[in-house]
């Protein structure tokens, strides 16, 4: 299997990847699934600007993880709803924000909604993630 079809960070069916092994196991629309390997430095949060893109979300298509940005009901975002990221899964890869270095844009949340935490400061607030 070729490199291109692997990403760190992402263990197969709930197995952590062994060091300096890359886990490949995709699902048949192409993202990763199964448990990360180890913590990411950061995480995916998203603000209030969050306007779930009308009902179809483009950080869920940017996302190589199959159920991270999953969209949510909230009575503020009506009718369409908002993204929640699971905290377990998200592997800091930043595909899905909009701000680059030196504030350049990227391909990510057209709103700028999306905002990368350290993962310690997400700890910090939310409570220890165990892998």
Known sequence: MGMDSQLPGIGIGGEAASPGR?????????????????????????????TGCAGAP???????VEECMILVPAEDAFPYGRIWVDALKCIGCKKC????????FLEGCPWDAIVML?????EEQHGILPF
């Open 58 to 64: 483009v950080c869920q298509l940017y996302c190589p």
């Open 22 to 50: 890359l886990a490949s196991k995709k699902s048949a629309d192409g993202k990763f699934i199964g448990r990360r390997a180890k913590k990411p430095k950061s995480l995916a949060v998203i603000t209030d600007l969050c």
């Open 97 to 104: 924000i909009s701000r680059g270095p030196e504030e350049t």
């Open 118 to 122: 350290p993962t310690s400061e997400w």
